[in-house]
């Protein structure tokens, strides 16, 4: 006889995804519901039945590949689900890496420590493997747990930068970015221990690339236009989307973002707006949808008479990744503008990086560029 844990969780009133927000995700609930989970293994395993192990998938879009095709998304983004059995070796071993995943989340909790992803690889290398294992296994566990990684205290060294006109606290350490603006911070990596979020920027702008986030730096981009700056340094990670979230809900002001005129700075761009499907089952948390889209377009080029030798052709990688990004359907859907964008790109067959404008002068960028186009509302 087969039991599967997720009815066996059901049956113990764990909210159902889509009504997560109901379910609690205080550290006593998630002990609860490892408990749970983990009793109904070992009750199966007692009496030699087999676990089958039912996780949700989450998806961000679907494909609309013709004209007349119907988005398929349902309201909470369940795209199916996995079956984990133990009678599969590979399986199995997932269900190891899992169960280990869970005590360490256990004892996490229980003690209110906080790990990072990479700390809990090196507890078990010889089992883990590889990192993806582990990371996937924490995915499964918010998934099972119903909550977002950071409820489970476990954080992703945070890769991300901000500096400009604010200043937080973070566990009881103040960060005073406002008295040296032009000064790289590291964006906090307990997002939930900041505190006392103040500022007087007029807006936040969020770019793509370190190297152009250094540029305004050395410009002092963030004294003479009063903002703040913050970067993921490229596909950014979950800490820097939601830094840049609780700052646009705390401190009420517009977004933009500044991306390279390829398709990989279009994704990026849409990680920040609607969230990656890595981290689906949590779009709901991380996405921003208030982000504008301030460029660099394919029209910026001819706009500014940028040189020919500073464009570079699309490869065949490029036009691939692009044309699968116009199948997504939030582009149809919700940013069809967005979508125009690309399909110039494509239709142009080039692409340029921000830092092309340096062409012309070094601070083009940071003294004329960025200015006038948020002066004039020229965004998307
Ligand atoms: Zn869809």
């Known amino acids: 006889m087969c039991l599967t844990v997720k009815a066996a969780l059901s049956s113990r009133k764990v909210g159902k995804m889509g009504g997560r927000s109901e379910a609690s995700t205080n550290p006593s609930h998630l002990l609860q519901r490892?408990?749970?989970?983990?009793?109904?293994?070992?009750?199966?395993?007692?009496?030699?039945?087999?676990?089958?192990?039912?996780?949700?998938?989450?998806?961000?879009?679907?494909?609309?590949?013709?004209?007349?095709?119907?988005c398929s998304c349902n309201s909470d983004m369940t795209d199916g689900r996995e079956i984990i059995s133990m009678e599969k070796?590979?399986?199995?071993n997932r269900l190891d890496v899992l169960l280990r995943v869970l005590l360490i989340t256990q004892k996490l909790l229980l003690e209110g420590k906080h790990a990072s992803k990479r700390d809990i690889y090196y507890m078990h290398p010889?089992?883990?493997?590889?990192?993806?294992?582990?990371?996937?296994?924490?995915?499964?566990?918010?998934?099972?747990?119903?909550?977002?990684?950071?409820?489970?205290?476990?954080?992703?060294?945070?890769?991300?930068?901000?500096?400009?006109?604010?200043?937080?606290?973070?566990?009881?350490?103040?960060?005073?970015?406002?008295?040296?603006?032009?000064?790289?911070?590291?964006?906090?990596?307990?997002?939930?221990e900041v505190k006392h979020i103040m500022g007087f920027a007029r807006y936040i702008l969020v770019v793509e690339k370190e190297t152009v986030f250094q540029r305004l730096a050395n410009d002092k981009f963030c004294e003479m236009n009063r903002c703040i700056v913050i970067t993921g340094r490229g596909y950014p990670d979950v800490p820097t989307r939601r830094f840049l979230r609780l700052l646009i809900d705390e401190l009420s002001l517009p977004v933009y973002c500044l991306v390279d005129c390829d398709p990989f700075g279009f994704d990026i761009l849409l990680t920040y707006r609607f969230g990656s499907m890595q981290m689906a089952y949590d779009a709901k948390l991380l996405r921003i949808p208030e982000i504008r889209w301030l460029g660099i377009f394919s029209s910026d080029a001819e706009a500014i008479g940028l040189p020919r030798r500073c464009l570079l052709p699309l490869t065949h990688r490029d036009k691939k990744k692009a044309e699968a990004l116009l199948q997504r359907c939030y582009l149809h859907q919700q940013v069809p503008h967005w979508r125009l964008e690309i399909e110039k790109m494509l239709q142009r067959e080039v692409k340029f990086e921000i830092e092309a404008l340096s062409v012309f002068s070094i601070s083009m960028l940071s003294e004329e560029h960025l200015p006038a186009k948020i002066q004039e509302g020229r965004h998307l």
């Open 126 to 192: 010889s089992i883990f493997i590889d990192q993806a294992n582990v990371d996937r296994a924490i995915s499964d566990t918010c998934i099972l747990l119903h909550c977002s990684r950071h409820n489970l205290n476990v954080v992703s060294a945070g890769k991300g930068l901000v500096m400009g006109c604010l200043r937080f606290k973070e566990s009881n350490r103040m960060f005073n970015c406002i008295r040296r603006p032009s000064v790289a911070y590291p964006v906090p990596v307990y997002v939930e």
């Open 89 to 92: 070796e590979s399986h199995a």
């Open 34 to 70: 490892i408990r749970g989970f983990t009793l109904v293994l070992i009750e199966d395993l007692c009496k030699g039945r087999t676990s089958l192990v039912s996780i949700d998938r989450y998806r961000t879009h679907c494909k609309l590949i013709g004209p007349g095709d119907k």
